[in-house]
Structure formats: structure tokens, C-alpha cells
């Protein structure tokens, strides 16, 4: 029985070494000798300052993709990095809490911030180096992302009738109207 709890103690030990070291080498990536550009900031200060307040938001409701940001935007330019986490700084304390994930307003945080990120690139001459024409698109593509698009559109649909933003009629017109696109 021993040998059994000294064993579970020894891998819970090295399970918590892992992350610990997993933890510490990804915050040392951040940083300002790792960043691409350290020169002034790029963005303006007001715009990179309120990136970074929405970041408790985008981190609740999209873990992944704001701790991908963050550390994007830190390997590109530094000062800006800095600038989104004074806007960051500001909420993050105090009793500022996320009680709600609206996947619409998220959507849109997402994608400005993927707008930052490509002005950022573009000022800095990055490019992926991909044309568009060496872009190609399969039928079952296509029919995938519509698929997803009408999926999408009515769950939009159903959330603005439970809001009773819209009628039972509306909503069953403009439903019918969603499905006649499939």
C-alpha cells in the first residue's frame, strides 16, 4: 500500500514538474527580445488600450484563441503587447466578472483583433506569402461552410426570438426562409 501511494506521489510530481515547465517556457516566448519589432507603438494607443480591456471577455469565452493573441501580438511588436495589457490591467482586478459568453460580440472581438494583428503584419512588411490564387476550394467546401452558415444563422434566429426581439411569425418566416437556402 506504501509503494502504491509513494508511486501516485512520485507521478503527481511529475505531472505538476511538466506543467510547471510547460508554464514557465511559454512565458518566457513573451518577451521583448523574442518580439519582432520593439520600436514605437504601431496601433494607436486608445485602440490597443481597449483591445486589451475586452481580453478577460475573449479569454473566458475563447480561452484558445486569446491566449494565442496575446502571445501573437507579443512576438510582433512590443510596445503594443504593452499597451493591450495596460487595457488589460485595468479589468482584470477588482470585481469586474464575465457572467455571460454573447458568441456574437465575441465573433466581432475576434475578428478585430485579427484585423490589429494583420494591420501589425503590414506595417511590418509580413506577409504569409500565400496569392489568393493559390487558394483552391472544394465543392464539399463550400457546401461545409454554407452548412455551418445557415447552422449558424439559426441559432441567431432562435436566440432573437427568445429575447422576444421578434414575433412567433417572424420567427417562423424567417426561418422557413434560412432552410430554403440548404
Known sequence: MTKLVNLIKFFLLIIVSIFISITVAHAKKISKKNAQYTGKALVEYETMFNAGSWYMIINKCEGTFAKEYKFRLGALSWEDYKIFNQGHAKYSGGDWQVNKCDKKQNKEIIEW????????????????????????????????????????????????????????????????EILDEM
Open 113 to 176: 483583433y485579427n484585423e490589429i494583428i494583420a494591420y501589425i503584419e503590414s506595417e511590418l512588411n509580413i506577409s504569409n506569402n500565400i496569392n489568393e490564387e493559390q487558394i483552391t476550394e472544394t465543392k464539399s467546401d463550400k457546401n461545409s461552410k454554407n452548412n455551418k452558415n445557415i447552422k449558424q444563422k439559426l441559432k441567431e434566429l432562435k436566440e432573437m426570438f427568445e429575447d422576444e426581439l421578434i414575433t412567433q411569425e417572424e420567427y417562423d418566416a424567417k426561418r422557413k
